[in-house]
């Protein structure tokens, strides 16, 4: 092998190695949301929210499913899931997408958050509920997201987010997201 | 008994509970609309599910908003005269102080009644109705 056969096979491996790296802590984040959020949440788990994308590391995307069952229908003449459901789902795919856009484990609170609902979803499907944290200022954090059934470009419901940050109050949710070891002590 | 029996009953008698009972979402969480001189009264039982932090052991903002939405679209059904459920068109939900895990209440009074929109604020609060734990202004179609 020449030298730069040689030099080109070290900088493949080394690439393949980064690429690795990356995708090795994409799923380890994303297993920390599963864990800590999704399941440790009683609400969430209620829901039965599921991990789909965490995105790339402090870029504040998540993206969670929301899987269709009888019991979150709101209007039993059409089978569509009630509205509230969306909401709660959005809700918590919007703090998510704050917790992923933090550089360090802070308590947050959601200030408010508007939905539109812009076209009813339909019975008896799965909702992705995807949103971003575009925006963290000291005090505020401000989230964008839209849920859908599979394609973004035909949406159930944008969402609207601003969230209170504490940067005074670690939390213990987002010190379990950090060391993935959730729910530990909890009642 | 149809959904139309329990809509007609609950006017009739001022006795929404068939009518909570035939929306599934809110039977799975325990919510209930009573009905008193103000008019309707979302109430939410505390139930374990509900939780968000469990840290704090507050309860879920989606199930506050769920609450708030809920009470909204059965106020503009029980005053109005359609037979089917509002259509929500938007809701913004204002989070004003953790909710504790207790009974929460809701209750809705119409901004603006128009013949096909209404707005509507809602407010939730727990033990003191003077320190509210959430409020959301909405728009619903008249179904």
Redesign the interface.
């Known amino acids: 092998m020449s030298e730069r056969d040689e030099a080109a096979a070290a900088k493949t491996a080394a690439a393949k190695t980064a690429a690795e790296k990356v995708a090795a802590e994409k799923a380890a984040r994303a297993a920390r949301i599963d864990q800590a959020f999704n399941r440790?949440?009683?609400?969430?788990?209620?829901?039965g929210l599921e991990t789909v994308d965490v995105g790339e590391k402090g870029a504040g995307r998540l993206v969670l499913r929301l899987p269709f069952r009888?019991?979150?229908?709101?209007?039993?003449?059409t089978g569509v899931?009630?509205?509230?459901?969306i909401?709660?789902?959005?809700?918590?795919t919007s703090?998510g997408s704050v917790f992923l856009a933090l550089a360090e484990p802070l308590r947050i609170?959601?200030?408010?958050?508007?939905?539109?609902?812009l076209r009813?979803a339909e019975a008896g499907r799965d909702v992705l509920c995807s949103a971003h944290c575009y925006r963290v200022s000291r005090q505020v954090a401000f989230t964008r997201g839209v849920a859908h059934h599979g394609d973004p470009g035909e949406p159930i419901a944008h969402a609207v987010g601003t969230f209170m940050i504490f940067r005074d109050a670690p939390?213990?949710?987002a010190d379990a997201l950090k060391s993935g070891r959730a729910?530990e002590g909890?009642? | 008994m149809s959904?139309l029996e329990a809509l007609a009953r609950a006017r009739r008698e001022g006795d929404l509970s068939e009518v909570v009972a035939?929306?599934?979402?809110?039977r799975?969480m325990g919510m209930e609309m009573r009905v008193d001189e103000e008019g309707v009264l979302g109430v939410l039982p505390f139930a374990?599910?509900?939780?968000?932090?469990?840290?704090i052991?507050a309860?879920?903002?989606?199930?506050l908003?769920?609450?708030l939405?809920?009470t909204a679209?059965i106020t503009v059904l029980y005053t109005s005269e359609s037979v089917?459920?509002p259509?929500?068109?938007?809701?913004?939900?204002?989070?004003l102080r953790?909710a504790k895990a207790e009974t929460t209440f809701a209750r809705s009074r119409f901004t603006k009644q128009g013949r096909r929109v209404v707005s509507v604020r809602t407010v939730a609060w727990q033990g003191d109705a003077a320190k509210p734990v959430a409020a959301a202004q909405s728009h619903l179609l008249i179904g």
Request: glycine content about 10%; cysteine-free; charged content about 15%.
């Open positions: 440790a949440v009683p609400y969430n788990a209620w829901l009888e019991e979150l229908v709101g209007n039993p003449e899931l009630h509205g509230g459901v909401t709660a789902a959005m809700d918590a703090g609170a959601t200030l408010d958050l508007r939905i539109d609902y009813p939390s213990r949710m729910g909890e009642p | 959904f035939a929306v599934p979402y809110m799975a374990e599910h509900h939780i968000g932090n469990y840290a052991r309860i879920h903002g989606g199930v908003g769920a609450l939405e809920s679209a089917h459920l259509r929500i068109v938007n809701i913004t939900v204002e989070y953790s």
